[in-house]
């Protein structure tokens, strides 16, 4: 089955809006392309359209977060963590108040829209900030346990979400997600994959080519960026002896850096990086711009013999 | 105390604190401190014993850089003692460089990157209005903060949202850090632009605390818009030499001899008595 997390993220704000009145949702003129508008549509007076106003977005969820409301302010994901970067470090991160910076059109699959619109740093500057968690899932279905822990979660925190459909690899019931706990999905020997996003279901794939020549590959969900799961991480390291990280973002400072940071400093291993390499994107079907950009199972391929080579 | 006389002392304490921090921002702390003055001791509803109470009146400090003039008043309303204030600046003090909601009860923002105070203000009028409860919300901003796209942003939010509850003022004592807002950018028509962009517009002399009070009621008055006050003031008010080069004065303390000199002028003490 296939689904796009942002419609997963709408549905699920909609019944999170039924269950609890505290919480309110601002968009900034995307509430359609967002999924805010299901919410929109059913809470009028708990939904602020804010115009084209990223900025002031920001600024106007955080003193509803300091008068004790649960704010999501969505927008795409170039928007929310560039043009309001400022203003999510001053009255977000800073100040822990309640605002969930939910951003949808993560990364290349944006697609058609072309580089202006394709946010593959927004990981990197959202990590970079004091007190925020920063959550990419995986699926549908476990957008909809994120966005439910995220209104459980008391602070800030960014969630990037997709505009593309993505095959669903959970099941409701099997997907066992909690802030800051990796997910093991497959079990292996040889080489650890930890992916994120989109990324999980190429990193699956990948196993599966592997497997047929009998490499055995761990595959790991790492939906939390920050705070980073150090200890499974470690674990991977020393269990497989190498890793791989697959991100829909730049190889610089996402996922990768996060893992080569722990990597680096507590369990050196052979490790490969498969992302956007230090470029803008462009326009172009999401399918034709994931191959051409280097995010496919045959590249994390790749990346596996590579890290094998150079294992002792 | 009389309202004058407590201006007096929060312009005293501004000086000590700068001065014993050897740095901060003296000249737009004391141009704000009458309008400050008279939002903490006449016009808010706040408890200084209950820094949280639900039903206060909130302040944000937009213009986060005079922190001084709100430590002051702060402390001289009961929320913290007044000998704390010369922790300004001083590592691990509650008394930030600018203002952290997170180290200091009775802050209601963090702020410190100009032009974001006032979304903020709506966002507290906002839930206001969604709860039903009639507090007010204020908002200082200063008149070269008013170059910010955002206060415009946010502007446009106040009136779009029909925010009766809040009230911004402008610090417009016509100097920012390079030169004189009219030299630098201007942003005048200053009063149009506000009203334009649909606020009710009132001004007055931001230094005499009566008049800042009856505009404050004519402001809350008002229904079905928000209201700003642009608040004529001086860079460096009360203290001569800043007066005269308020641009020396903006991010510089006065060293322990101008200390001295302005702590004369605040205190009347003529030149002989020293
Ligand atoms: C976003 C941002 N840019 C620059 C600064 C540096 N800065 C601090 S105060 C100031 C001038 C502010 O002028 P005004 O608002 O008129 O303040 P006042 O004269 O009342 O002190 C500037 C540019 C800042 N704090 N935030």
Request: net charge neutral.
């Amino acid at each position: 089955m296939m689904q796009a997390t942002r419609d997963a993220y709408g549905k699920t704000l909609l019944e999170l809006g039924k269950q609890n009145p505290n919480i309110v949702v601002l968009d900034a003129d995307l509430s359609a392309s967002t999924k805010t508008a299901s919410f929109a549509k059913a809470f009028p007076e708990r939904f602020f359209d804010m115009g084209v106003a990223e900025q002031d977005m920001i600024g106007t969820a955080a003193g509803l977060a300091a008068s004790g409301k649960i704010a999501f302010a969505s927008t795409f994901a170039v928007f929310g963590s560039g043009r309001a970067w400022d203003q999510i470090r001053m009255v977000v991160a800073y100040t822990r108040l309640n605002v969930k910076v939910v951003v949808t059109h993560g990364g290349i699959t944006t697609g058609e829209d072309g580089a202006s619109h394709q946010a593959n740093e927004d990981i990197a500057i959202m990590r970079a900030l004091p007190n925020m968690t920063v959550v990419v899932p995986a699926d549908a279905v476990e957008t909809g346990k994120v966005i439910r822990a995220a209104a459980e979660f008391n602070g800030p925190m960014y969630v990037r979400l997709s505009r593309a459909m993505t095959p669903v690899i959970y099941k409701e019931e099997s997907c066992d997600f909690k802030i800051g706990r990796g997910i093991v999905l497959r079990e292996g020997k040889n080489v650890a994959i930890i992916a994120c996003g989109i990324m999980v279901g190429v990193a699956l794939e990948a196993a599966d080519k592997l497997a047929a020549e009998k490499i055995t590959c761990r595959v790991v969900d790492l939906h939390t960026i920050k705070p980073i799961d150090k200890e499974l991480i470690i674990k991977c390291a020393e269990e497989t002896g190498a890793v791989v990280t697959a991100e829909e973002h730049s190889i610089i400072g996402g996922l990768g850096g996060a893992v080569a940071e722990v990597l680096v400093e507590n369990a050196v291993v052979p490790m490969a990086r498969v992302g956007v390499r230090d470029t803008f994107g462009e326009s172009g079907k999401p399918e034709d711009l994931l191959v051409k950009y280097g995010l496919t199972s045959g590249e994390i391929v790749t990346a596996v013999k590579n890290v094998l080579a150079r294992k002792k | 105390m009389n309202l004058v006389e407590i201006a007096g002392k929060l312009r005293q304490h501004i000086i000590m604190m700068t001065c014993a921090a050897a740095s901060g921002h003296p000249g737009g702390s004391l141009s704000a401190a009458d309008i400050i003055t008279a939002l903490y001791f006449h016009q808010m509803k706040h408890d200084p014993k209950n820094p949280t109470w639900p039903e206060r009146d909130r302040f944000v400090m937009s213009k986060g850089h005079a922190a001084p003039v709100l430590y002051a008043a702060l402390s001289e309303s009961g929320y913290f003692p007044v000998n704390y204030l010369k922790t300004l600046r001083q590592i691990g003090s509650s008394l930030q460089g600018h203002i952290d909601m997170q180290a200091l009860p009775g802050i209601e923002m963090s702020t410190g990157s100009l032009g974001q105070g006032l979304s903020a203000a709506n966002g507290m009028a906002l839930a206001a209005k969604l709860d039903k409860k009639d507090y007010r919300i204020y908002c200082l901003l200063g008149d070269g903060e008013c170059q910010e796209g955002q206060v415009w942003e946010a502007a446009m939010t106040s009136s779009h949202r029909k925010l009766d509850n809040l009230t911004a003022i402008i610090d417009n004592n016509k100097h920012q850090i390079d030169g004189k807002v009219e030299d630098i950018k201007n942003i005048e028509p200053l009063a149009d632009k506000w009203s334009s962009f649909g606020w009710e517009v009132f001004a007055c002399d931001g230094h005499d605390i009566k008049e800042i009070i009856k505009t404050f009621e004519q402001a809350v008055k008002v229904k079905g818009k928000p209201t700003v006050i642009i608040a004529n003031t001086i860079k460096g008010k009360g203290v001569s030499f800043m007066e005269t080069r308020p641009l020396d004065y903006h991010g510089k303390a006065p060293t322990p001899e101008e200390e001295k000199r302005a702590m004369a002028e605040l205190c009347q003490i003529k030149d002989f008595e020293l």
